[in-house]
């Protein structure tokens, strides 16, 4: 068995043969790609005493230290830190390669050149998308455009689209992984593609229109602005009956959403539609589709493209890698690529069913999948509803409760401070969309019921609001990506800040409980 097998969609593919063969691929990178040409990893590999010939198995990854979201930031001392991750070939180590004599001698310099250019020189970027932090930019080579053509295809064939169908693309036009990947879907696995550019670029008004004109089998985009829209195409009656399949990227996405979505397909006349997830991510420059599966029955995951990375499940506590089948952080490792390269990036996102080495029961196809939920870190935030203690609120969990309850539409979360004073306690605040002429106060109490079950909190305010009034809310027609959860408590952000950084200098108090009570401390007159 060799490389190919990796590629081999239905050939039987153990963890343990994925394992061998991603272990040699990794070393032979490491070798001649990583070591030599990236300044990061070159120095880290001498700190820890490493070298490519370390990393027999994949157990060995291990040994190498996690790169973190805070590894890639600029810092007053390096400004442009994201420099140190772009692999820059040594001209003349690359010239001294048997294998590039060779190449010379067949095809005369000028060839091996040209292809030394197209492999390494970085001709494209798409940038990290985090509100927080200053966007990142990451870059592609030729190779890495012809990887990420590669990977396009294969979402086409994971989806199971036809070359025959058409695609309506609404997302945003943005130098994001996104994007681009579905331009390249569209190019590569030879579907007539309609990049419309999002709420942003057309409108909704606009997006229906090529709706209408398309008639597309497939439509793309951010699961709350393919909602709007087909919300918006019922109301206006609009036939789109070709429609096979919603595919959506950059949120999560949640069973009661895919329901939702059905339903509303039904209403423009398509009886069979498959919602299916992207699960990807800027430092990966990939993403992974799910397969259709029954509508009765659980996704089978995000199918894996084993060689091109190797994807870990870590305990987030320890950073242990865990065995298949096992909830943790996600850690992947990229096998091939050029232009910026992250290895073992740790990317805050949790999954709920872990790795799976057993052929898809539905697609049949051998490739390692990652199953259950994907949530994010960033997405636990710290609330203070009362004097006595902080509670920590998952919003994660809270969108699949919403996305989940019957009755209504679109929604979005609000966190304030009571009457906008930075010294009062917090506030969540549930806008939501009623469908169908459902009773307020019944609705209400139904929502305030979930989310009690759930999360064991009660949102203080729950307002209902029509169609456009959430459109405005959420920002669709003038946002890049559409707002569901809007922290309106800019004092709250900077006291909290300012207490964490004064905690751990007077007394290493990391505790968000500790912060807040200096905090207020230290913003009496
Ligand atoms: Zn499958």
Redesign the pocket.
């Known amino acids: 068995m060799n490389r190919t097998s990796l590629r081999n969609r239905s050939q039987p593919c153990s963890e343990r043969v994925v394992s061998r063969l991603q272990a040699e691929q990794l070393r032979r990178y490491l070798d001649t790609v990583v070591l030599p040409f990236s300044a990061y990893y070159r120095k880290l590999f001498q700190e820890h005493r490493l070298q490519a010939e370390s990393f027999r198995t994949l157990q060995d990854l291990q040994q190498l230290p996690f790169t973190t979201k805070s590894d890639l930031l600029n810092t007053p001392a390096q400004p442009q830190r994201f420099k140190d991750f772009i692999v820059v070939p040594d001209q003349r180590l690359l010239a001294r390669r048997p294998g590039t004599i060779l190449r010379a001698l067949f095809h005369g310099r000028e060839r091996v050149k040209q292809d030394f250019e197209a492999e390494f020189r970085p001709i494209f970027a798409t940038f990290t998308t985090g509100r927080s932090a200053e966007p990142t930019p990451f870059f592609f080579s030729q190779r890495d455009l012809t990887r990420l053509a590669t990977a396009g295809r294969r979402l086409v064939e994971?989806c199971d689209a036809r070359p025959e169908d058409r695609m309506l693309n609404t997302l945003p036009f943005a130098p994001h992984l996104a994007f681009w990947l579905a331009h390249y879907a569209g190019t590569a696995g030879g579907v007539l593609t309609l990049s419309s550019g999002g709420g942003k670029v057309v409108g909704t008004d606009g997006n229906l229109r090529h709706l209408r004109k398309l008639n597309p089998e497939v439509v793309i985009g951010i699961p709350t602005f393919v909602y709007h829209l087909l919300h918006q195409a019922a109301e206006e009656g609009v036939h789109c009956e070709n429609l096979r399949r919603i595919v959506l990227g950059g949120e999560k996405v949640s069973d009661g959403l895919r329901h939702k979505l059905r339903d509303l397909a039904l209403e423009l006349g398509a009886r069979n539609v498959d919602v299916l997830a992207i699960y990807g991510f800027t430092e990966a420059k990939l993403a992974w589709p799910?397969?259709p599966s029954p509508h009765d029955q659980p996704s089978?995951g995000y199918?894996l493209y084993p060689d091109f990375g190797i994807m870990e499940v870590i305990d987030p506590q320890s950073g242990e890698v865990l065995p298949p089948g096992h909830p943790g952080e996600l850690v992947f490792t990229p096998l091939g690529a050029r232009g910026t390269v992250v290895l073992r990036y740790r990317t805050g996102d949790y999954t709920d069913g872990g790795l799976s080495y057993e052929p898809?029961p539905?697609?049949?196809?051998s490739l390692p999948?990652l199953l259950g939920n994907i949530s994010r870190r960033s997405e636990v935030k710290q609330m203070d509803f009362d004097k006595i203690k902080g509670t920590l609120v998952d919003f994660n969990e809270l969108e699949h409760v919403l996305d989940d309850a019957p009755h209504i539409g679109a929604w979005q979360v609000e966190l304030r401070k009571i009457n906008d004073d930075p010294l009062e306690l917090d506030e969540l605040i549930l806008h939501v969309q009623k469908l169908n002429g459902t009773d307020e106060t019944q609705l209400r109490r139904e929502l305030s019921e979930r989310c009690v079950t759930h999360l064991e909190i009660n949102p203080n305010r729950i307002l209902f609001h029509n169609a456009e009034e959430i459109r405005r809310l959420q920002g669709v027609g003038t946002l890049l990506k559409e707002e569901k959860l809007v922290d309106h408590r800019p004092q709250a952000r900077l006291v909290e800040n300012r207490a964490t950084s004064s905690c751990l200098s007077s007394n290493g108090n990391e505790s968000g409980q500790g912060a807040v009570v200096e905090t207020k401390l230290e913003m009496q007159p």
């Not at 539905?362 to 196809?365: H, I, L, Q, T």
Request: proline fraction near 0%.
């Open positions: 994971v799910e397969c089978s199918h898809c539905y697609c049949g196809r999948r």
